[in-house]
């Protein structure tokens, strides 16, 4: 059934806008940027927590959507958002690399939240709606939804990684967990590995099941499709962004701050998937290594502040500001540049891109992420920016433990973030490929990432989710 003149209805964690001063607007982030040409041309809706901004609009220009607001109270927040989600779940799909917690009291929240979130969308009474919910914040309600409306069309999509069974078999609710799931008719994944680790963690914990192909059978009759759909970016909004006027400016500004140098950049979330410390003991590694190198190159860290409500993030942020200032004091001559750049926070996206464009290695280097849209971003700005200007090319080294090693495999330096010499090793050398091995590269990766934009991710996703091949046209 096509969604053609069907009500699209997003479930999510947060509301996709935000508030500045007295005005409201739509939010920066990938998914508002992904959705924003479908639901104009669907009747949208969208079901989110406020964050705790009361009054909400119902409508924000810039996002054509209903917008429901999910209320919490902080005590909610704490058991469900920073507990259950970021403390249980987080480390848990992220191969343990933190100890997950494992907390009742967190549980029972986090299934009263899927409720309250599952039964705000029920409560909409549209007319034969698509549902669509995402992610891990809200794994259990698919099931509760399907409790309300049982002909109803529901789809979900995971935007972290799906561990395989022994790790996920330590969880005491993993069968609450993936019968939830299950409430879905359609669930996509990143990649065919989470995808797999989904259906044997099905398969182990349930006997009543059948596979065959992507198709979960349950015994009431319904099937589950599963699906792998690597999500991407707005490449227009960012092939624009690296030849802009300000991109341009920002960037004149930075090639003379560091100029005669080489840069390596990092930019992420502060969040202990992303390798952060690792890398640092990789640069620490590298000027050991080859001291020549010392004044050639600087390694500029952007990370932007995140979830420091959990100790394990503040513990993080600490141990990352010790090890720059440790690296930085070891490696600084009198009258000399620091080797580390460390800036705690977001920027702008010309500033960004401006960062993309003046990288000579950009170093993604997570020990666990669903996907990675900072590769993706990189070698489109990249590659927009030859185009355009004529500008050199840099080179992407990628961490073999993102989603977006799968895509990128043959163009980017791969790399293991956790064997720290060979990580040194990978940097000085992916200082020294000659331009026109560097400019395929990027040129063959940007080609990738351009047929697969993330709207071409949203008509995959809707026409799974509602068994329609033309379900929606955004691209
Ligand atoms: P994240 O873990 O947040 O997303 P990622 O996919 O890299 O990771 O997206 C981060 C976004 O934030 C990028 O668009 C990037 O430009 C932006 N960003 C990062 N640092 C920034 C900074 N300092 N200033 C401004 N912007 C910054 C989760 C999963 C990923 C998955 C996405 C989408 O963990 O694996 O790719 O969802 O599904």
Redesign the pocket.
Known sequence: MSLTGRPLVVVANRLPVSRNGDAWRPS????VTALRPVVQQVDGHWVGWDGGLSEVPTRVEGFEADMHPIAMTDAEVDDHYYGFSNRTLWPLF?DLLAEPVYDRQWWRTYEKINLRFADAAADLDLDDPVFWLH?YHLLVAAAMLRDRLPDATIGL?L???FPPPELLSRLPWIDQLLDGMLGADAIGF?TEWYRENFVRSVQRTRRDVTVSGDLIHLPDGRSVHTAAHP?S?DVSEFSRLATADDTRRELAELRQQFDGRKVVLG???L?Y??GIRHRLQAIEQLLVDRPDLQDQFAFVQ???P?RDDVQEYRDLREQVEYMVGHINGRFTDPGQDVPIHY?Y?????T??AAYYRLADVMA?T?LK?????????FVTVQHAARDEEGQEAGVLLLSEF???ALEFVDDAIMCNPFDVQSLAARMAQSLTFDAEDRRNRITSMAEDVADKDVFKWVEEELATITSDPRAVRVS
């Open positions: 920066a982030g990938g998914l992220h992610d999509f935007h972290i990684p990143h999500i970016i930019v992420d979330r969040d998937t992303k952007i990370a932007v995140s800036l926070r977001g920027v702008p996206k500033r960004l993604v997570p992420d669903g996907m990675n849209l900072v590769a993706k971003e993102t989603g977006a």
